[in-house]
């Protein structure tokens, strides 16, 4: 069965660092795999996705991410972060009936 | 273009009280589904719909009934609220999920406490 685990559950960075996001995933067919965004009070928006036409993967405000297979991971960084980033992250697979299987999140936190 | 809308925003339930939370997207999404979001738990799966008239069970169905009578709704129903379904719940859909690309659309929630 397909499964995610985001590492951490919290991160704090500084306006300007980079950001990363760890998100790996379990699999037993070759996976699509999705970073949404969720501001508060509000619904998720996807990211991006990753449907193996490239390993490097571009998404919306500057973040993209990176699929290793010998890994099984999909972090997603951005590199410099900026205060509208603070937000919570999901990264999501989808399973074999085409569902999506969600992290437990991580809420990304930027300090001026 | 609305997208997914989701009715109420806000409910406070009492214990054994029923309601249904009303879903509708304008996108003509042929997938919908409900999922519930918990502290440190993400997002789990109640219930899913693949097509006008159909439903399926999700990760956590217990206490919940969906309808699908039209394409563009979706209903969630609790018959008998109790204070463990005290969550945020997200309406979705998605044009097409047979092959797992197709990514979700979602609404922004309802927030139901159950006292």
């Known amino acids: 069965a397909q499964s995610v685990t985001q590492l951490g559950s919290h991160v704090s960075v500084s306006e300007g660092a980079l950001v990363l996001l760890r998100c790996n995933y379990s699999s037993s067919v070759p996976p699509y795999l999705f970073w949404y965004v969720q501001y508060p009070n509000q619904g998720l928006q996807l990211l991006l996705k990753?449907?193996?036409?490239?390993?490097l993967v571009k998404g919306i405000n500057g973040f993209e991410a990176e699929f290793k297979k010998s890994e099984t991971s999909f972090h997603l960084t951005k590199p410099s972060a900026h205060m509208s980033d603070a937000a919570e992250y999901f990264c999501a697979v989808s399973d074999t009936g085409g569902k999506l299987i969600f992290g437990q999140g991580t809420e990304l936190s930027v300090k001026p | 273009n609305a997208g997914v809308t989701q009715t109420p925003k806000f409910r406070v339930l009492k214990t054994g009280q029923s309601m249904t939370l009303l879903c509708a997207q304008d996108m003509n999404h042929e997938y919908m589904y409900w999922y519930r979001q918990d502290p440190g738990m993400g997002l789990r799966l109640i219930h899913y719909s693949v097509g006008e008239g159909t439903t399926a069970k999700g990760e956590v169905p217990d206490g919940y009934n969906v309808s699908r009578l039209k394409k563009q709704n979706f209903l969630l129903g609790l018959e008998s609220a109790a204070p463990s379904q005290t969550s945020v719940y997200f309406c979705a859909s998605s044009y097409y999920a047979g092959t797992g690309s197709s990514p979700l659309h979602f609404g922004n929630g309802t927030r139901l406490t159950v006292t």
């Open positions: 990753y449907t193996s036409a490239a390993t």
